[in-house]
T-cell receptor
Framework: AQTVTQSQPEMSVQEAETVTLSCTYD???????LFWYKQPPSRQMILVIR??????QNATENRFSVNFQKAAKSFSLKISDSQLGDTAMYFC??????????????FGKGTKLSVKP | GAVVSQHPSWVICKSGTSVKIECRSL??????MFWYRQFPKQSLMLMAT?????????EQGVEKDKFLINHASLTLSTLTVTSAHPEDSSFYIC?????????????FGPGTRLTVL
């Protein structure tokens, strides 16, 4: 069975600074995807970034980037130039590759990020 | 693109009544739709997985007779909470899964807050 672990229940960062959220996972699958979702106070789940396990290059989306270490089963999220709107709960999630699980996501427990002015 | 709507956004009902929640993928056809329940300050808990035209698959511990899921089309799934009780009060979130290669992703609706009096 797959597991996803987020070891930081809460974090805070000053506006404009950089913060890294940690995520580790356990799987015996070779084909899978990893995600970071953001849940702001509105509670709408928003896809932040997506990484295919077969790709060595780390995914980036504007101020958001990941450090994907496949051998270590680590998938951290770096937020650069933090903004007040980044304040949210961040969930790391795992999905088996297409055909393996019909898209089931395994979520971590989340990290609550507060960006301070 | 990849917008999922959920209706209603909040509902208050009396104990013993039934409540229907709709989940629609607005600009794409979803292979599968998922229903989650989220308690305050916790991660998402998968309740069931539904595919168009077939019976939903419920997670262990979820009462299928209480949480009825109908997946009438590739863009619409409904969750009916039957004979609701105060312990059913929660935040319910649906998601739509787009499967196949680079698109393998779940997109989430904005959630429905259910309060049972």
């Amino acid at each position: 069975a797959q597991t996803v672990t987020q070891s930081q229940p809460e974090m805070s960062v000053q506006e404009a600074e950089t913060v890294t959220l940690s995520c580790t996972y356990d799987t015996s699958e070779s084909n899978y995807y990893l995600f970071w979702y953001k849940q702001p106070p509105s509670r709408q789940m928003i896809l932040v970034i997506r990484q295919e396990a077969y790709k060595q290059q780390n995914a980036t989306e504007n101020r958001f980037s990941v450090n994907f270490q496949k051998a270590a089963k680590s998938f951290s999220l770096k937020i650069s130039d933090s903004q007040l709107g980044d304040t949210a709960m961040y969930f790391c999630a795992f999905m088996k590759g297409y055909g393996g699980s019909q898209g089931n996501l395994i979520f971590g427990k989340g990290t609550k990020l507060s960006v301070k002015p | 693109g990849a917008v999922v709507s959920q209706h209603p956004s909040w509902v208050i009902c009396k104990s013993g009544t039934s409540v229907k929640i709709e989940c629609r993928s607005l600009d794409f056809q979803a292979t599968t739709m998922f229903w989650y329940r989220q308690f305050p300050k916790q991660s998402l808990m998968l309740m069931a997985t539904s595919n168009e035209g077939s019976k939903a698959t419920y997670e262990q511990g979820v009462e299928k007779d209480k949480f009825l899921i109908n997946h009438a089309s590739l863009t619409l799934s409904t969750l009916t909470v039957t004979s609701a009780h105060p312990e059913d009060s929660s935040f319910y979130i649906c998601s739509a899964y787009v499967g196949g290669g680079p698109a393998d992703t779940q997109y989430f609706g904005p959630g429905t807050r259910l309060t049972v009096l």
